[in-house]
């Protein structure tokens, strides 16, 4: 996403030669490709409609009229005489000529701003304003860990750019980037001119246009490879210049798990008004969303496994994977024994060659996780297709799972006796490919508690599916239990790891605070649970240690031939393909598929990102236990924060309807049930009515009971809310809100559905998983209206209190830019939009309630587009407490870099 508000407003303080030569190369290159591509008699065309429109511009601005009308008639006269073969091509070249000027446009602003001594709108530059203005370092630290800001990418019919062609401008302007290099040999530049000519042919050759409507399942692809290829590189990155910003100017960093920016998406959800978005729509775009966060997790997972191969680790860790193995190795026994008696029913089958060290012909030990590891490293830039796409530019195939792909098996790996300390090996293979014979392995952990340990302590968790106990070597008197896994095996906690407060247990058990008291602890001080990195006096003492602590503490980690962290992260690659595959089942399996088998493998995938972020956290603690910090600050601590960020959904999703919908399914039940119809009662009786419902256990709807397919759909998309939960969905905005009764028959509808799927799953229901339901005010006189209402719902007893069990005393709000200014005109519109957000703000201090604003701003000026950071700053006073929301139009989301903020 960009935003274009940097302006080239001194013009003579920067040399436009740089971007002069940029457009005359790129210029250049496609007047080549034009050349071969149409032929010289069709070029020499365009450039001469080229030059005429140039010439027509600049004798209007040496103010002669008459000679640039004569010249712009000329041009109109030629194009009018053109043949429909020719004037296709003419204009499609005149499209990449104007493409290839923005983007050597946008890489000059970037390559301007890399230039600047200082940006003024960093943080770096922000946070020393505000030091020197006044403000204490303690609270400016906090504001900037508890913000909440959120953008949601919403989809726009503007947005037709195809997304082949977004990730070539992304190429050329990356070749533009390395062309700048000065320290380039001639033949490297020319193999630089020679990329460009590649991708330039490559665009020219390329269909600009999609031949087929896109559906809201292709708009949310789109959404998913904005991601992929813009933010899942600039979050860390932006993260790490706020976190060294802050500890520049309050020398504190910024939290391991805070998400300080977040993202959402209306891309599958937003059915106001169309028709095409469904029930079954919000299932698939939400599975593909977290089929692609478990894909982009893995990707990363492989790279530090190829990483992360030193043999020193914590005893956090270390029992951490000789757990893993004791899994691993009950379910190979358990698969052994199916195979088995598979074998008695199937014809046998040639088993390939072996050598005599055991290696299979034509592999080696350790190659599959080393290509894997690669090709994620080099690949990461490549968009890849997502689950039911059809790579000829379809809309819709048919799925189908593919086996191979997502069964690879996972490295196993034994416990090996050495002298003094254990290793593990795969199968009999140590993870960097050397050999171990099987005479050397040992048997299972469970049978020899007390190995490796002086007194007998051990720790028992739930990575696998046993629990035996595991020794920790080197610790202090007594054991330490991870939580077992809940009855539906998917609470916070389960899995790898166990619970947050268990992992801070194994912490304190640690050699880290036995060895390190005289150095991280010497106050009595220790990290606190909630992931705050190591402080810069503890990062001081842990590297001015005397060379025989150092020693001595690397002895005490050291477990030769092991690769434990490898262990640990290959159970996080098994759960992080298990989850790609269950999401390829939710694919296959329709609405229904998320509920099934909840109860049994819980602990063998990921729902929150609390269950994939605590082994990575392990693992980030032990490499700074072991002396491995500036490690742990690299590839580790960027993939924690995407974790946090966007968590195991990547987007979550916003639903939205129009409040009539709403209306219109409560009138077929009231009708049915003999109530009256609900359309026609006044505004306090509907209040009434859905205050008392929602007051009791009763469902309301009969199951039996007859409806249209518009009521049909309204509440099937309830049902997937309620089986969805907000784990992948964040918010339900009503859309042309006019009334607190539109807000209370959302709250009712969303009670309706719960108990329909706690009777279908035989649990009982759970009201605290409960979208926050936001209306949304439009028109003029809605924007008007909106204090009332929200004063009334504030003073409902029954909405109060919802809001402050379910919500925190949260209470969001949405304001609509585009519709409020065809309605009354931008001016009008605006003043309307300050004055509705200030007695917002006032009604919900008078209740006691924190209100968060979502802004509904589009692209253009016309539909409240503009800067956003003056956006911000107009904001109504007391509009803006840590917390903000908005949209982002498709037409303005690009994928890019930009220099630092």
């Known amino acids: ?87 296709m091509p003419l204009t499609r070249a005149l499209g990449h000529y104007l493409n290839l000027t923005s983007i050597a446009e946008l890489h000059h602003r970037v390559r301007r701003a890399r230039n600047e001594p ?166 698939h775009v939400v599975a593909l969303s977290r089929w692609m966060a478990a894909d982009l997790y893995l990707r990363e997972v492989d790279v530090l496994r190829f990483e992360l191969s030193m043999s020193q680790c914590s005893d956090a860790v270390w029992g951490m994977a000789k757990e893993i193995m004791d899994g691993n190795r009950a379910r190979e026994t358990v698969m052994d024994a199916m195979n088995e008696k598979l074998a008695m029913f199937t014809h046998p ?50 799925f189908a799972l593919d086996d191979g792909s997502s069964a690879a098996a996972t490295p196993r790996a034994d416990i090996s006796r050495h002298s003094s300390e254990a290793g593990f090996s795969e199968r009999g293979h140590l993870a960097d490919g050397l050999m171990r014979s099987p005479a050397d392995q040992v048997p299972a952990l469970g049978a020899h508690p007390a190995a490796g340990s002086s007194d007998g302590s051990a720790v028992s968790g739930s990575f696998g599916p046993s629990s035996h106990p595991v020794p920790i070597p080197g610790g202090g008197a007594g054991s330490i239990h991870f939580s077992q896994p809940s009855g539906n095996g998917g609470g916070v906690g389960d899995g790898l790891g166990g619970s947050w407060q268990d992992l801070q247990a194994l912490r304190a058990q640690s050699t880290r605070q036995n060895a390190l008291n005289t150095t991280f602890n010497q106050g009595g001080g220790h990290h606190p649970a909630d992931a705050a990195p190591p402080t810069g006096a503890e990062r001081r003492r842990f590297y001015s240690r005397t060379t025989h602590e150092a020693l001595q503490e690397a002895r005490q980690h050291q477990h030769i031939g092991a690769h434990p962290y490898r262990v640990a992260l290959g159970e996080v690659r098994r759960k992080l393909m298990n989850t790609r595959r269950r999401m390829e089942e939710m694919l296959n399996g329709g609405i229904d598929a998320l509920v099934a088998g ?145 807000v209370l028959a959302v709250e009712l509808l969303q009670k309706e559905a719960r108990m329909m799927v706690a009777a279908e799953t035989g649990h009982a229901p759970d009201h605290t998983n409960s979208l926050r339901v936001v209306p949304l005010f439009e028109t003029l006189d809605d924007l008007d209206a909106s204090g009332e209402v929200m004063g009334m719902l504030f003073s409902n007893p029954w909405y109060r209190e919802h809001l402050r069990m379910v919500h925190s005393n949260h209470q969001e709000v949405m304001l609509g830019y585009s519709d409020s200014g065809k309605d009354a005109g931008r001016l009008a519109a605006n003043w309307a939009l300050y004055r509705a957000q200030a007695h917002l703000v006032r009604i ?58």
């Open 118 to 283: 200082k940006n003024p709108k960093s943080c770096d530059e922000t946070f020393e304003r505000l030091i020197t203005e006044g403000v204490d370092p303690d609270d400016l630290y906090h504001e900037v860990t508890h913000q909440t800001v959120e953008i949601v990418l919403t989809a726009h019919p503007t947005q037709v750019n195809r997304r082949t062609l977004q990730y070539k401008h992304s190429k050329i302007a990356a070749l533009l980037q390395q062309h700048d290099r000065p320290d380039l040999t001639p033949e490297e530049r020319e193999y630089v001119i020679q990329d460009l000519v590649r991708e330039i042919t490559a665009l020219w050759q390329t269909d600009e246009l999609r031949r087929q409507r896109p559906t809201p399942v292709d708009e949310a692809r789109g959404g998913l490879h904005v991601v992929e290829q813009s933010l899942w590189a600039a979050v860390p990155a932006f993260l790490r210049r706020l976190s060294a910003a802050l500890k520049k100017h309050t020398g504190r960093e910024l939290p391991l798990n805070a998400t300080p920016i977040r993202f959402g998406s209306w891309m599958g959800g937003d059915r106001d008004g169309n028709p095409n978005v469904t029930a079954k729509t919000t299932h």
């Open 349 to 398: 089958q040639t088993e390939p060659t072996k050598l005599p060290n055991g290696m299979v012909m034509g592999t080696r030990p350790g190659a599959a996780d080393e290509s894997v590891a690669l090709a994620s490293e080099h690949s990461i830039l490549v968009p890849h297709e997502l689950p039911g796409q059809d790579p000829e530019g379809g809309s819709e195939v048919n």
């Open 844 to 901: 919900a201090k008078d209740a006691g309630v924190k209100l968060n604003l979502f802004h509904g701003r589009g692209g253009t000026v016309g539909r409240g587009g503009g800067p956003t950071y003056l956006a911000i700053q107009s904001q109504a006073p007391g509009s803006v407490e840590g917390m903000f929301r908005i949209t982002e139009q498709g037409e303005m989301v690009q994928v890019g870099a930009s220099p630092g903020a």
């Open 598 to 742: 909840d109860e049994g493998d819980g602990d063998e995938w990921y729902r929150s990102e609390e269950e994939l972020a605590q082994p990575l956290l392990a693992v980030y603690w032990s490499l700074w236990e072991c002396g491995g910090g500036m490690i742990a600050d690299g590839r580790l601590l960027d993939l924690i924060r995407r974790v946090y960020s966007f968590g195991m959904s990547l987007l979550k999703l916003d639903l939205r309807q129009e409040s009539t919908r709403h209306a219109d399914t409560l009138d077929a039940i009231t009708t049915y049930l003999g109530y009256g119809s609900y359309k026609s009662w006044d505004e306090n009786t509907k209040c009434d009515f859905l205050t008392r419902e929602l007051n009791t256990r009763r469902p309301l709807i009969p199951l039996t009971m007859p409806m249209s397919d518009e009521v049909r759909e309204v509440l099937d998309t309830f049902r997937v809310a309620a089986k969805l939960g907000t784990g992948s969905l964040a918010a339900y905005v009503i859309s042309m809100s006019q009334a607190a009764s539109d």
């Open 1 to 87: 996403m960009t935003d274009s508000t940097d302006d080239y407003t001194f013009a003579e303080d920067y040399s436009l030669a740089p971007l002069i030569d940029d457009c005359s190369l790129l210029g250049s290159l496609l007047d080549d490709c034009l050349k071969s591509e149409v032929g010289t008699e069709l070029f020499h065309k365009v450039e001469r409609i080229r030059s005429l429109a140039q010439c027509a511009a600049q004798l209007a601005s040496k103010h002669d009229p008459g000679a640039s009308r004569m010249l712009s008639q000329r041009m109109a006269d030629e194009l009018m005489n053109m043949s429909l073969d020719e004037a």
